[in-house]
């Protein structure tokens, strides 16, 4: 008898503890600045955190702009001449802007002004526009991202930490998407 309480009890607790170390951590002060795939919490101060359902409903109502926080791989400097680099496809929500490299916890100043110049071209200059922020499950970038955007003064931020594997999982719509061209990258207008 004793043998069986000890094997129940044993295997109650190999059940709970990864149960556990899976539950959702508390919200930082600032922002997160590292292992950033990692669980994320349940709650974003000052903005409504969405389940695929409600992220889906407010695509298909067309009435958010959805962003995208996906870092890309940069381009390695040191490759051989004539190497060719193919970077690798993003697959976000359809009529997302993709601004990578923006949900670092630390971000540089040019990184900074993309993110800031990205939000609002997305909302249109609109600081009451919904913002919707992703990245993928699992992902503090789309929480920093979010957490920011609500620094800059915009009031109607969402949080989707489910992110597109929520959204592939739940069988839902994905178009390949390229990120939106830095300050160094757009093409200069000829005068």
């Known amino acids: 008898m004793r043998w069986a309480l000890a094997s129940l009890i044993a295997l109650t ?3 709970t503890v990864p149960g556990r170390a899976q539950e959702n951590p508390p919200e930082p002060e600032g922002y997160r600045t590292d ?3 990692a669980p994320v919490p349940a709650t974003l101060a000052g903005a409504r ?3 695929t359902g409600q992220a889906e409903a407010i695509w298909r109502s067309g ?4 962003v995208d926080v996906l870092p890309r791989p940069p381009k390695p400097p040191n490759l051989p001449a004539g190497t060719i680099w193919r970077d690798k496809p993003r697959l976000s929500i359809p009529g997302s802007v993709w601004l990578p490299d923006t949900g670092y916890g630390t971000l540089a100043a040019a990184t900074e002004d ?3 110049n990205g939000l609002v071209r997305a909302s249109g200059g609109n600081h009451a526009k919904l913002l919707v922020i992703y990245c993928l499950a699992d992902c503090w970038m789309s929480w920093n ?3 920011r955007a609500l620094s800059y003064g915009y009031s109607n931020v969402a949080w989707y930490p489910e992110g597109t594997d929520g959204w592939r ?14 300050a160094s990258e757009e093409p200069s207008i000829p005068r």
Request: net charge positive.
């Open 114 to 116: 993309y993110l800031r």
């Open 169 to 182: 999982h739940a069988d839902l719509p994905l178009a390949e998407s390229q990120p939106e061209p830095r």
């Open 63 to 66: 009435s958010a702009a959805f």
């Open 13 to 15: 607790l190999a059940l």
């Open 145 to 147: 991202a979010a957490k």
């Open 49 to 51: 955190v969405l389940t």
């Open 35 to 37: 292992n950033y795939r």
